[in-house]
């Protein structure tokens, strides 16, 4: 059975999460950069701080810091059960 990796990042004061998926587990560098991608393009002012990581299932937790504000990524490895069927 196929499987996908989904990357939710949440940063505190931003309405919306960005969701990523993946057909590969990002490293804790790819993270990073994407975060700090994200807070250039959101103008996030501060510096960005690793916190810990939580591990739990199949699913982890990223806790970061851009100055004030909190960022939590979380990485879930989600199978694959559901194929669409083609319609006559």
């Known amino acids: 059975m196929d499987s996908v990796i989904l990357v939710t990042i949440r940063v505190k004061g931003m309405q919306l999460p ?3 998926a993946s ?3 990002p490293t804790k560098d790819q993270i990073y950069k994407k975060i700090s991608d994200l807070a250039k393009a959101q103008e ?3 510096e960005i ?6 591990q739990e299932k199949g699913q982890k ?3 970061y810091k851009i100055g004030e504000r909190r960022c939590v990524v979380i990485v879930e490895k989600l199978q694959k059960i559901i194929q669409f ?3 006559d």
């Open 23 to 25: 057909k590969i587990e």
């Open 49 to 54: 701080q690793f916190k810990k990581l939580i």
């Open 44 to 46: 996030l002012t501060g």
């Open 85 to 87: 069927e083609e319609l």
């Open 18 to 20: 960005i969701k990523i």
């Open 61 to 63: 937790m990223y806790i």
